[in-house]
């Protein structure tokens, strides 16, 4: 078995069991399971592990962040419960019974566009290279471009449109490819669909807007005539012809006999959908795409634009929670296919870099904190570079007052970026290489929305947070208090955890604490019943069966656990009480168990209460005093450096 296999154990549990396991799988950085009965996973328990970064749920499915070590963790897990994984495809199609219509279709919306990311972020990475080159005068005192001074640079910028052209001139092409590998009907026929909507022998949709009426080629059929216009860039166009050809070949497939299934299915097909392309449904998907990109142009550009901007910047990040943030890449497409740049795609990346700077305020605010930077370093840096998951449901979310000022920062953001008239020239850079994207007359306005979604957010948290650190922290009585600022504080020593006798935990004679199985420590044969916290720290386990132990994380990384009595497990809790919950933070001193040590003696079991160093963290230096009487919350039991 592999180093995961206890973690994995306690995720089975906090997931509901091998029971309530539909279906699983993982992904680069996240187990990904679908659940009979999502409301049965104790969400609190699984964020306490310390292997879990985060949880959220999207598209019917229950994901849990493991970080790059998923596919380890994943083969213990799999092992452990027994039962077998399965493909990214059959989870998502397991996923839909948790999902209601809206919920199916954008995640159908999703699925479409994911495979085409990759293109869409290369070609938007190429144009915002050949802008710098052909399109910002920075020689011979500003009339002139590098393109302008250097053939070879004109040479490269013409090579490079090769590709930029391919990507977003033929996004029918991948889009009706997309639709048809989601679907499983037969991907080459998807390609030739889109090919047909974007030939030569078309008017470029591009040209469409200065052609005269009467110069528009058209196919004439004698009664009636069809323009022979073309659908470059155009997405819904081709997501509905997409559809036609996939119903019409799953059609003839179920009617048509298996003798000349090959001929008839994909002849009949690809000519209806052709047909209906270019007859019906591209038509059709012209006049609505057009009339979305109308409105959210308006909203953009029209007398309301900067109560507009606010709006969709502050909401952009809850939709990426829903799943509906995929909607605005085939707004943006269109935007762009229609007014030649979108102002929505810089409002996106602001709001990236927003939570970023949220989450830079986390790193700040828990910098004594080693277990949370581990996830705030990684989160941080990557929604700078445009991914913004790990950042909200990791470390945000968690808090949820980062959220929001992310949230506000990124509409202050979003109200400079189109009182300004932002632009960019493609999509799929997000983050700080979202600049690249950027039309060069924008480029400037861009940066300083860029400085407000930087400075914003990370002031709002770092204010708020040290004001919500610092009242929970003026309440604090003889309860724990549920707050972080706990693990800020530099922990140098653990002191007493009950009044008695502090013996080495090899004269506790128990086989697994005195061999040091678990660990190094020393243990107290009480003279009271409360254990009381050794240090400033966050409780990470319980045991809520039994009620007779519980683990700290100390902010030096450092995790102890405090046993009380020996075979105590076997008492069922009778006798022993809680103060905390799992994932308080308490300070030292605060009440942790209350045990009753006439119940453990009739029980037949001894009452010394054990404190075992699981892992040392950054601790150097340990030292045990034991052979002393000490004196609960006051006495030095151990120190260390």
């Not at 799999?78 to 990214?88: M, R, T, Y």
């Not at 081709?238 to 799953?250: D, H, P, R």
């Not at 507009?308 to 762009?336: C, E, K, R, S």
């Not at 277990?371 to 449901?393: D, R």
Request: net charge negative; charged share 15%.
């Amino acid at each position: 078995m592999g180093k995961y296999e206890n973690d994995a154990k306690e995720l089975l549990e906090f997931v509901g069991g091998k029971q309530n396991i539909a279906a699983i799988t993982h992904c680069v950085t996240r187990m990904r399971f679908v659940l009979n009965d999502p409301s049965a996973a104790d969400v609190a328990k699984i964020e306490s592990m310390k292997v879990v970064k985060g949880t959220f749920t999207q598209a019917g499915q229950f994901q849990v962040i493991i970080g790059n070590t998923v596919a380890d963790f994943y083969n213990d897990f799999v092992a452990v419960a027994g039962i077998e994984g399965v493909s990214k495809d059959a989870v998502k199609k397991a996923a839909k019974q948790n999902q209601n219509a809206l919920q199916r279709a954008i995640s159908a919306l999703a699925e479409i566009f994911a495979p085409l990311i990759p293109a869409i972020i290369t070609g938007g990475l190429i144009l915002g290279f050949r802008n710098c080159i052909d399109s910002m005068y920075l020689f011979e005192n500003g009339t002139k471009t590098l393109c302008d001074i250097s053939q070879f640079w004109a040479g490269i910028d013409s090579f490079l449109w090769l590709i930029g052209e391919a990507v977003f001139h033929m996004l029918p092409v991948g889009i009706c490819w997309s639709v048809t590998r989601k679907m499983g009907t037969t991907q080459m026929l998807g390609i030739v669909l889109g090919l047909t909507l974007v030939s030569g022998q078309l008017l470029n949709a591009y040209s469409v807007a200065s052609t005269a009426a009467a110069d528009i080629p058209y196919w004439d059929f004698g009664y009636f005539h069809i323009n022979m216009i073309g659908y470059q860039a155009q997405v819904l166009p081709a997501i509905l012809a997409a559809f036609v050809l996939v119903y019409l070949e799953k059609f003839f497939r179920k009617i048509t006999p298996q003798v000349v299934s090959m001929i008839v299915v994909p002849f009949c097909s690809l000519v209806l959908a052709v047909i209906a392309a270019h007859f019906i449904v591209g038509p059709i998907g012209w006049k609505i795409g057009s009339a979305i990109s109308q409105v959210v142009y308006a909203g953009i550009t029209g007398s309301f634009k900067v109560i507009f901007g606010a709006i969709f910047g502050f909401v952009y990040a809850p939709l990426v929670i829903t799943g509906l943030h995929h909607m605005t890449n085939a707004i943006d497409l269109q935007l762009i296919a229609d007014y030649e740049g979108t102002m929505l795609w810089p409002m996106i990346a602001l709001s990236n870099i927003a939570q970023g700077s949220a989450v830079l305020g986390m790193i700040f605010l828990q910098r004594k904190d080693t277990e949370a930077q581990e996830v705030n370093i990684p989160a941080c840096i990557s929604c700078y570079l445009g991914v913004t998951e790990p950042a909200i449901f990791g470390v945000n979310l968690k808090h949820v007052f980062p959220f929001v000022c992310g949230m506000i920062g990124s509409a202050c953001a979003a109200i400079v970026c189109v009182a300004t008239g932002t632009i960019a020239n493609a999509i799929g850079v997000g983050g700080i290489p979202g600049i690249l994207s950027i039309r060069p007359s924008s480029i400037a306005t861009f940066a300083i929305a860029m400085i407000f979604a930087l400075i914003i957010p990370f002031v709002l948290t770092v204010i708020v947070g040290k004001r919500k650190f610092s009242a929970d922290s003026s309440d604090h009585t003889d309860a724990p208090q549920n707050t972080e600022e706990v693990m800020n504080e530099e922990v140098t020593e653990l002191k007493a955890f009950l009044s008695g006798n502090v013996i080495p935990v090899s004269e506790v004679n128990d086989g697994v604490f005195s061999a040091g199985i678990m660990g190094d420590g020393l243990a107290i044969e009480p003279e009271n019943d409360i254990v009381y916290a050794p240090a400033n720290g966050k409780i990470v386990t319980l045991m809520d069966d039994s009620r007779h132990a519980c683990a700290m994380s100390l902010a030096n990384g450092m995790q102890i656990l405090i046993h009380v009595g020996l075979d105590t497990v076997s008492m069922q809790g009778d006798g022993f009480e809680y103060f905390v919950k799992l994932g308080d933070y308490v300070k030292e001193g605060d009440p942790l168990i209350k045990f009753d040590r006439d119940k453990i003696r009739q029980a037949g079991f001894r009452d010394v209460t054990m404190l075992i160093i699981a892992e040392e963290g950054n601790a150097k230096n340990i030292k045990m005093n034991t052979g002393i009487k000490a004196t609960e919350k006051q006495t030095q039991i151990i120190s260390f450096s």
